[in-house]
């Protein structure tokens, strides 16, 4: 089974620091997320990577950087932390397209695995 | 760019009794669509998904949703509500691009 590991359950930083939520996979795969989840705002995408060094913005980046150094691992960094970056977040992993496709009748989620989370409390 | 909206965010039930859960999506490209849980302080677990084939797809724990393309939905049901099925649901599309987009979820609360 794929595995995404988030390296910290729960956190709690003080407002101004600089914060690491860290992301690992061990599949091999080439796309990996953080989401942040909000009570009635579901979860929203605030950045991707989908190769080493390669990041995209999603749809909340602001406040918020990565850095994919390798394959495996995938960190958020919130440059400054503010409380209004208390939040849950969710790292996820995929495959390639062609792997996705090749390898979804063995893959229940199509390739998509989510971590456990970290909730992140900013004080 | 795709979008996914779940129309109600609390649905209760009581135990036994029929669980619809909506999702409608939005899509320049024909997606692939999803149907997750998540138990509290735990992360997302897929229950189902449509990626072309079959329009009505089963997934774990006796639910089940159908791809209507005429509506743009992709509702989730299960004939008998459990107390375990208690949970947050949601709805998530992958369109032409990497990004899964979600709804903003559905509180399900299954009474006894």
């Known amino acids: 089974d794929v595995k995404v590991t988030q390296s910290s359950r729960y956190l709690v930083k003080r407002t101004g620091e600089k914060v690491f939520l860290e992301c690992v996979q061990d599949?091999?795969?080439?796309?990996m997320f953080w989401y942040r989840q909000d009570p009635g705002l579901g979860l929203r995408l605030i950045y991707f990577?989908?190769?080493?060094?390669?990041?995209e913005k999603g749809d909340i980046p602001e406040g918020y950087s990565v850095s994919r150094e390798k394959k495996e691992r995938f960190s958020l960094i919130l440059e400054s932390a503010s409380t209004n970056q208390t939040s849950m977040y969710l790292c996820?992993?995929?495959?390639?397209?062609?792997?996705?496709?090749?390898?979804?009748?063995?893959?229940?989620?199509?390739?998509?695995?989510f971590g456990s989370g970290t909730r992140l409390t900013v004080v | 760019a795709q979008s996914v909206t779940q129309l109600g965010s609390h649905v209760s039930v009581s135990e036994g009794a029929l669980v619809l859960l909506r999702c409608n999506y939005s899509?320049?490209?024909?997606?692939?669509l999803f149907w997750y849980v998540q138990y509290p302080n735990q992360g997302l677990q897929l229950l189902l998904k449509?990626?072309?084939?079959?329009?009505l797809v089963k997934g774990i724990n006796g639910f089940e949703a159908e791809f209507k393309k005429s509506e743009t939905s992709f509702h989730l049901t299960k004939p008998s509500a459990h107390m375990s099925d208690a949970a947050e649901y949601f709805c998530?599309?992958?369109?032409?691009?990497?990004?899964?987009?979600f709804g903003k979820g559905t509180k399900l609360t299954v009474n006894p």
């Open positions: 449509y990626t072309s084939a079959a329009t």
């Open positions: 599949m091999d795969h080439e796309n």
């Open positions: 996820a992993s995929r495959g390639s397209p062609m792997a996705a496709v090749l390898t979804h009748l063995q893959t229940p989620n199509y390739g998509y695995t």
């Open positions: 998530g599309c992958l369109g032409g691009s990497e990004k899964l987009v």
């Open positions: 899509s320049s490209v024909p997606p692939y």
């Open positions: 990577s989908y190769d080493v060094k390669m990041k």
